[in-house]
């Protein structure tokens, strides 16, 4: 069996699929696994012991080749002539790990009749098509300002169809070699030290990172700190204060992607903040102290090592950095930190982490974990989300009534208006009342996966979807599922 897994964005999300690929690899041993990305995050790929061939797709030069040409047969043949090579493998599984639209459009182009698809792709038409229901669940409730817990790793396992388990985290002997060789004359003991980050969001300033190292330095005189970053974030470092501090080693901009992997093996701890470093330290088991911010979901990119901590805030500009440092110290010396902070139950888990300090409203969580897990549903104690669900469910009465009526021939040619005029309802209790956004997203995500089919499908398909709809809102209107803060609310319910 071929197998092509492919994964389009960045290193962290590469870093996040080796787990994936070695259960795979596991679960079919036999089978022969190809792996596409970009070309410019091609060394995270390349690496992966559980894969047989690496493919590399140079999307800058397409893009430029795009924009700059003036010849759109010339911009087609090239990029179909790379697209053909993939196709021609005649691969019997794509697994498409990016949910980006570039990515669905490849799996179209080189999926052949009988390839099993999982991840998004297209519709003949053109159309987004979502063929398995964890890739819906990414769709409809994964990102910043959602409520999936989840972990993106575990996520990306369930659109693979595999289970991961904890040998599936593994770095190759040689891969840490190849750090050894050149980084030979490392500290004895030291904490490796993470002080870049993909976007401005997710960085301290040089003035904490410098009053943040002076006061870890002065509290743990006998480990050093190893500074780690990329090329375009040595003018950065420069700007930090670490003058005449032997405690401190900076290669910021002198290490190569695979020199990590040794440098943070052999550290005491990573401190980073959320970056592709906190995905390697997983991989490697290595206890991680990841900060991070408003502008990420820990939850689905955090570490996964045991031990790790998630210290978190709204923003950079909320920290304290003595409490931070009194904190780093303190996991350092095996002690838990000093301030509020979330700690990893464990990698297996599908809720990874457990909340100190932290308290969101978990009502929307154990109501995705209702829908699509099939456990049990929270109980409701407001009146103002009992109201919304009470709305929603009289919406949808209204559409499964008149959905009837076209069914029974006593309404023509009016079909699915009836459908799309509830739409601008919907999506006002969806701003109005956020504990009601998991069930929107999840009707969203249903309606948007109908594909292009013959009419009286499409009219089927629409009709199950607000049948699904109207029972899960069911559990709410009309039921005991309603908390005892609301006596009055729930005595009502009792009467015929």
């Given amino acids: 069996m071929k197998i092509l897994v492919m994964q389009l964005a960045r290193l962290g999300d590469i870093f996040q699929t080796w787990p994936v690929l070695s259960s795979l690899k596991r679960n079919f041993p036999d089978s022969e696994i190809h792996y596409l990305c970009r070309t410019s995050f091609a060394e995270a790929a390349i690496n992966i012991n559980s894969c047989d061939r690496v493919w590399q797709l140079d999307v800058k030069n397409h893009l430029d080749y795009i924009f700059n040409s003036d010849n ?46 999982a991840g998004y792709t297209r519709h003949n038409d053109g159309s987004l098509q979502i063929p398995d229901d964890p890739s819906a669940l990414i769709y409809g409730q994964l990102g910043v300002n959602k409520f999936n817990r989840i972990h993106l790793t575990r996520l990306f396992a369930a659109v693979a169809g595999v289970d991961l388990l904890e040998p599936d985290w593994k770095v190759s002997s040689d891969l840490l070699a190849e750090g050894a060789l050149r980084f030979t004359h490392l500290p004895t003991k030291y904490a490796a030290i993470h002080i870049g980050g993909s976007t401005d969001n997710k960085l301290l300033s040089s003035e904490q990172w410098s009053a943040l190292l002076s006061k870890l330095s002065n509290s743990n005189p006998d480990l050093s700190f190893v500074l780690l970053g990329s090329d375009i974030e040595k003018n950065f470092s420069d700007q930090i204060n670490i003058k005449n501090n032997n405690q401190i080693l900076n290669l910021v901009g002198e290490t190569k992607l695979n020199d990590l992997f040794h440098i943070i093996n052999n550290s005491k701890l990573l401190v980073a903040p959320d970056s592709s470093l906190v995905h390697i330290a997983s991989l490697l088991d290595k206890q991680t ?34 409490v931070l440092a009194n904190s780093i110290s303190n ?23 457990e909340l100190i300090g932290y308290s969101p409203d978990s009502f929307q969580w154990n109501l995705i974990k209702a829908i699509y897990l099939g456990e049990e549903f929270p109980i409701l104690d407001k009146m103002n989300v009992f109201t919304a669900f009470k709305q929603l469910a009289e919406l949808t009465d209204m559409v499964l009534r008149d959905l009837e009526m076209v069914r029974n021939g006593q309404f023509q040619n009016i079909q699915l208006e009836i459908v799309n005029n509830v739409d601008q309802l919907i999506n006002t209790l969806e701003k109005l009342i956020p504990e009601v956004r998991p069930v929107i997203w999840w009707l969203n995500t249903e309606r948007l996966r109908i594909g292009p089919w013959e009419d009286q499908v499409v009219f089927d398909r629409n009709y199950d979807i607000f049948n699904q709809l109207r029972a899960l809102l069911s559990v709410y209107v009309g039921t005991t599922l309603l908390s005892q803060q609301l006596p009055g609310l729930t005595k009502s319910m009792e009467q015929p």
């Fill in 72 to 117: 759109c047969a010339d911009v087609t043949k090239k990029i179909g002539d790379e697209l053909s090579q993939l196709a021609s493998v005649n691969f019997d599984k794509i697994i498409n790990l990016s949910f980006s639209p570039l990515s669905s459009y490849i799996t179209e182009a080189i999926s052949g009749e009988n390839t099993e698809i």
């Fill in 331 to 353: 996991i350092i010396s095996g002690k838990p930190p000093v301030t509020d902070h979330i700690t990893i139950k464990s990698n297996s888990n599908m809720e990874a982490y």
């Fill in 289 to 322: 102290i990841n900060l991070s911010f408003s502008s990420v979901n820990f939850w689905e990119t955090g570490p996964l090592a045991k031990n790790s901590y998630v210290l978190w805030k709204r923003s950079p500009a909320e920290i304290n950095v003595e």
